[in-house]
């Protein structure tokens, strides 16, 4: 039960000590002073029985002991006891000197069953409307940029073989429970097995292993459905043994958690778990997006939706966007020229493109004849539909002839095929011949000069704040991770820009006075 007035009050007697110890430009002060969190308590109400059960801990105040759990990288435990201690933790909380202090257990309870997903994301939103009633955000604001930095999983990645056996013992744990024989008789059948294969190479245990666990699936399946049991360990199972097959793209990497991916930041660096995608404000550095996707998601599928993010809450649209090549995305291009936005996108380039070959734009497409003229004057009417084909590959394929080709003095400058050249023409071929006009701008040479600067706030969530490893496992506590931790970068950043504001307004005071 949720009591009326939740509110904590420090008496007099702590209050002056706690003025004699903390000093006055402490950052939990600055914090206190100008950031507002008590629509905490009217967002949370419903969370809350309004009649019934003992007085809850005032939301307000569980919140941000989560705060300062991200503000100082301090664990559930570690920040009730940092707490217990601490007279700059206490005030910030409202607590006197000798109020006690809630159970760990109790923090973790209002984390994932009283706040939850969806409301840190509110929080997170409510917070931002603070810099846009400040006026650091606007419709006039001129500028966001977008980029992504990775979150490693909270797991220890098991070798191929250990996966299939962990997965298959999740599997004997169901089945136990409705037919210990069958449980058992697969239990002794993985020990013979694992005895029998030893000394032989991963590559000859691992089919003969996942031959033994396809047998459970088909025995557990019917068991399992006919008891309406649970599936959760039987749908891994099937998973990990469907990612051994060649053209697998999703591959599972751990049954604890089971939304973590394989993702990869160039070909010798791979990264196994999550990704924090971001959007700031130029002006500001203030976050005003995020979502977190598994780690092998691309990071330009997700452009449209931050943007969406943004405007469905805030009514708006920042006038410019600025990313990286990995949004080069033709969809991406056209969103933003449907929404009269201009994107600073880097160009992706072509594989012609670097190794200095003719690239698509050397050639004359006219799409109204359907037909294509190569820089030689060789013209092709022969080309593939694959318009429905996914996203940036939907489009024409021109295809020349050997006869064409094989003569041509423009060869070498064209392709190393020892056959024919082929050239395609996305959906998107307006919007990429667009977007490569604006990269040889100035304004976009002037925008790619500011892109440094959402680096700067992933360093800060990721060296201050804890982001790099997940605390919690799967992928909406990985989401709330990232949100906790922008949240922490983002009142930082608020209170410095509301500090700052102030002292200005000040400073113009004292001069017309």
């Known amino acids: 039960m949720l009591r009326k007035d939740n509110g904590k009050q420090i008496s007099g007697f702590d209050q002056y000590y706690y003025d004699k110890v903390i000093p006055q430009h402490h950052l939990l002060r600055n914090i206190a002073q100008h950031i507002d969190f008590s629509f ?10 309004a009649d019934y059960g003992r007085p809850a801990e005032d939301p307000v105040f569980l919140f941000k002991i989560c705060l300062l759990e991200y503000l100082y990288t301090l664990s559930d435990v570690q920040v009730i006891s940092h707490i217990q201690v601490n007279l700059a933790y206490r005030w910030f909380l409202d607590l006197n000197i000798d109020d006690e202090l809630p159970d760990d257990s109790t923090i973790s309870y209002f984390r994932v069953k009283r706040v939850g997903l969806e409301k840190f994301q509110d929080i997170f939103k409510r ?69 029998e294969l030893k000394g032989k190479t991963r590559d000859e245990k691992l089919p003969v292993i996942l031959q033994l666990a396809s047998e459970l699936v088909d025995i557990a399946e019917p068991l399992l459905h006919e008891e309406k049991q649970p599936n959760e360990a039987l749908v891994t199972l099937k998973k990990v043994i469907s990612d051994r097959d060649e053209d697998a793209t999703d591959r599972l990497i751990s049954v604890v958690d089971t939304h973590a991916r394989t993702g990869h930041k160039s070909d010798m660096r791979k990264i196994q778990g999550y990704k924090d995608h971001i959007m700031i404000d130029e002006e500001t550095e203030i976050i005003t997006a995020v ?31 600025s990313a990286d090549k990995g949004y080069w995305f033709g969809k991406n291009l056209r969103f933003l020229q449907e929404n009269n936005m201009i994107g600073h996108i880097s160009w992706m380039k072509t594989k012609q493109q670097v190794s200095g070959l003719f690239t698509p734009e050397h050639f004359h497409f006219d799409l109204e004849n359907m037909q294509v003229t190569c820089p030689n004057g ?3 009417h022969s080309y593939r539909d694959r318009t429905k084909a996914k996203e940036d590959r939907a489009g024409y394929e021109f295809r020349f002839t ?12 064209c392709t190393t095929s020892k056959s024919i050249r082929n050239v395609f023409i996305s959906d998107y071929y307006a919007e990429f011949q667009q977007a490569r006009e604006h990269y040889k701008t100035d304004e976009y040479k002037e925008a790619r000069k500011s892109r440094w ?9 990721v060296r201050n704040h804890g982001l790099r490893r997940s605390r919690y496992r799967g992928l909406e506590r990985a989401y709330i991770h990232a949100l906790m931790s922008t949240i922490a970068s983002n009142v930082k950043r608020m209170t410095k820009l509301i500090m700052e504001k102030r002292k200005q307004e000040r400073s113009a005071l004292l001069v017309t006075s």
Request: a negative charge.
């Open 291 to 321: 979502k977190v996707t598994p780690a092998n998601a691309e990071d330009g599928d997700q452009l449209i939706d931050l943007i969406k993010q943004f405007q469905d809450h805030y009514g708006f649209l920042p006038k410019e966007l």
């Open 378 to 380: 060789i013209v092709s």
């Open 453 to 461: 600067l959402i680096e700067r706030r992933h360093a800060d969530k």
């Open 127 to 195: 917070l931002v409307d603070q810099c846009i009633e400040h006026g650091f955000i606007s419709a006039t604001s001129k500028r966001s940029i977008m980029d992504s930095t990775h979150i490693i999983a909270d797991v220890a990645i098991p070798t191929w073989l250990s996966l299939v056996r962990q997965a298959y013992r999740r599997v004997l744990i169901d089945v136990s429970s409705i037919n210990q024989e069958i449980s058992q008789k697969f239990e002794q059948r993985m020990i013979d097995l694992w005895e």
């Open 40 to 49: 905490i308590r009217n967002l949370l109400a419903d969370q809350y029985s």
């Open 402 to 413: 050997k006869t064409q080709c094989q003569d041509c003095p423009l060869r070498a400058q």
